[in-house]
């Protein structure tokens, strides 16, 4: 299922005082969630490298929160600076010159400290801790309650069309009955007035009357058989309850993927049974298409959870 989510978490702002140099620095730790459809749950990662050892943690809670779908988590680290009200330590001069004299001797043509420079290392931000494991574990459930409402959504619209094809499919194996039972009828007319030609043929090149109360029961016992055959009330009837149930669990809801999966296969089946069975150019096109929209129906409930 598709869906984007993002999570930013801010650390309290730290006071870091060095002689007079006083500047405050703020954590700020974010994340981004994109999931598109998939069977399967496939994770990926895009972690700098010294957040690296926090993958485990997150790809632990993603996969309790999540069943299907290939999520993208990106994960940002970033200390900001905020104003420095610090003022140049005037007495760190002679410390300064001696350290500079130091680095001449060994590198003569280093250009000399000048008063810009002395002001950028009094705003130099401190080295700041890395996020910790309840600080991470806050953000990721932070940003999978938001990836979570967003496939909520997304659900819901899969939900809605589902419905919509259950009730088209409900309405063409209502249609199927008739056009069934009109094949049926058709088919015993057609064969009975075949069988009494045939036995007015037979009379006619032997001569013998044959026992037409016999024979006419006979044709009607094989008529009915070959009714048996291509009768198709039983696939009407499971389609009817494969659909109901489809029905009750998109309105019930919940972890339903492979529920949904199988249900899909057993419509497929009978569609195909329908459509094996069919003596009727009209019956052919009722079983096509529901097998186009059960088709349909599978692609998308590939991608529900």
Known sequence: MTGFASAHRTQTPVSSETATNTQKVTNGLGIELRSVNSRFLDLSFRVPDDLRATEPLLREHLQ????????????????????????????????????????????????????????????????????????????????????????????QRLATMLLGHCAQLRGLANSAEPLAKAAIGQHQARFLLRWQEALALGESITGEAPNAQAKTERALAEAAAYALRIDIAEEVTRLHSHLQEIESLLQTGGELGKRLDFLIQELHREANTLGSKSQSIDLTRVSVDMKVLIEQMREQVQNIE
């Not at 999520?71 to 900001?80: D, F, S």
């Not at 001797?105 to 290392?121: C, G």
């Not at 705003?123 to 574990?137: F, K, L, S, T």
């Open 64 to 155: 309790k929160a999540f069943k299907r779908g290939k999520i993208e988590v990106r994960l940002w680290y970033e200390a900001i600076a905020g104003p420095s009200t610090s003022e140049w330590d005037v007495g760190s001069a002679p410390a300064l010159i001696t350290l500079q004299e130091s680095i001449l001797q060994y590198f003569p043509n280093a250009l000399p400290l000048r008063s810009i420079d002395l002001l950028r290392l009094a705003d130099r931000p401190p080295e700041q801790p890395r996020p910790g494991a309840e600080q991470m574990v806050a953000l990721i459930e932070q940003g999978i309650l938001a990836l979570t409402a967003a496939r909520a959504k997304e659900g």
